[in-house]
């Protein structure tokens, strides 16, 4: 298969039309290299990256300038990550960040125990065997743990705005190492609440449609769709089969309400991928990933679509809109 990973410079000057001096390129060379690989593309990833590049500059660090960038998305294809991470060993990078990515950052640690990994993963690190314990990580990985326990509020509030609702799909990517935790989570809360979840599986777009027409066959009520960055990336297509349908449907990322799903509930992506980038910069300046503990998430964003509430014949309570943090009308 051809390699379908693709390295995008962002910020910095304007490469010029003649060679550089050999100042100039001894300059460059003398650069620390930093990666970051992502599960999606650049493109789709925009937001994203202006916040690591935030958070790297607020350490003191511009591409272009006194570092150097790579981002290498993967555009959801995993099986390239053996290349990519060799490649980049190969080539003594200073630095591996793999934000919001956890199949990445486990694959970065399973070779190499010497380059420093700054993560960001869904999952408890711990658990992962990312890190001996949060506060003394105790090796070459550190990052942000951005909370997938989200999982059990956010049905709340489903629950919440949708009182009359009982039956529940649950949309997974069986790729995704966490769909095991997001089905044992929503289990566990789904049965206090009164409510009967059906899980359901896609990996590609047409499961997706699939999925869509199993979803009316069991007569569900509404969608959960698992945090998942495949899934992320497929927001006109989700928009388009909810309404169509007129699915009540949720994500942890409110770009999804953006684009009409009825609501949202996770914590603030863009927050993370800036702590990623000043943990990269505090590790440029000379700090050990063993020395710099896992962070927990904090902040945390409830968006609801007031357009596509009306749309659904949906009153929304006026607690809920106070709580909200985005309210698209």
């Known amino acids: 298969m051809r390699r379908r990973d693709f390295i995008k410079f962002v910020g910095g000057a ?134 997938a326990g989200e999982d059990a509020k956010r049905l709340g509030l489903m629950h919440e705005l949708l009182p009359q609702s009982s039956r529940f799909a649950v949309l997974l990517n069986p790729t995704n190492v966490n769909s095991v935790h997001h089905t044992r989570r929503l289990g566990e809360t789904a049965g206090p609440l009164g409510l009967k979840v059906f899980f359901y599986n896609a990996s590609n777009s047409d499961e997706i449609d699939l999925a869509f027409v199993a979803f009316a066959r069991e007569r569900c009520d509404a969608l959960f769709i698992a945090r998942d960055v495949f899934f992320a990336g497929r927001k006109a297509q989700f928009a388009a089969l909810a309404a169509r349908d007129r699915m009540p449907a949720s994500f942890s990322a409110r770009h999804m309400v953006e684009a009409g799903l009825l609501m949202s509930y996770g914590t603030s992506v863009i927050d993370m991928y800036r702590q990623v980038g000043i943990y990269t910069g505090s590790i440029l300046k000379g700090i050990k990933p063993s020395d710099l503990p896992v962070l927990q998430s904090t902040k945390f964003e409830l968006a609801i679509n007031l357009q596509t509430a009306h749309s659904l014949g949906l009153d929304v309570p006026p607690t809920l809109l106070a709580r909200a943090d985005e309210v698209i009308d």
């Open 14 to 147: 304007a490469a010029a039309s003649t060679l550089p001096s050999f100042a100039a390129r001894a300059q460059q060379a003398e650069r620390p290299l930093v990666a970051v690989v992502f599960s999606g593309s650049a493109d789709a990833f925009a937001d994203q990256v202006a916040a690591f590049r935030k958070g790297l500059g607020e350490t003191g660090f511009l591409d272009g300038r006194n570092v150097t960038v790579e981002y290498h998305g993967l555009e959801w294809h995993y099986e390239n990550l053996p290349r990519v991470l060799d490649d980049l060993i190969h080539r003594r990078v200073t630095v591996i960040a793999t934000p919001g990515s956890d199949p990445a950052t486990l694959a970065a640690q399973s070779v190499t125990t010497t380059i420093p990994i700054v993560f960001g993963v869904a999952e408890d690190p711990m658990t992962l065997g990312l890190v001996k314990s949060l506060s003394r990580p105790g090796g070459n990985a550190t990052g942000i743990n951005f909370l």
